[in-house]
């Protein structure tokens, strides 16, 4: 199966490539980088205990 990457448009083949649907590992990490980044985002309402546990992690007094 090949298609392209959605990031650099060159072919990504499947098998055999653990970084599938992205082409290389470079893609990879740039798509990490994004995610990590909050550059892609999930629309939705925003759940509550997430936003808690996230406070409670960086230490910071609870949102409410």
């Known amino acids: 199966m090949k298609r392209a990457c959605p990031l650099c448009r ?3 083949v499947k098998e055999g490539n653990k970084f599938w649907p992205l082409c290389s590992e470079r893609c990879h990490l740039v798509d990490l ?3 990590l980044g909050e ?3 999930v629309d939705g309402e925003p ?3 997430a936003a ?3 406070a409670s992690v960086a230490g910071e007094p609870d949102p409410k």
């Open 10 to 12: 060159k072919d990504a």
């Open 47 to 49: 759940d509550e205990h």
């Open 52 to 54: 808690e546990a996230a």
């Open 39 to 41: 550059e892609y985002r």
């Open 33 to 35: 980088g994004k995610w």
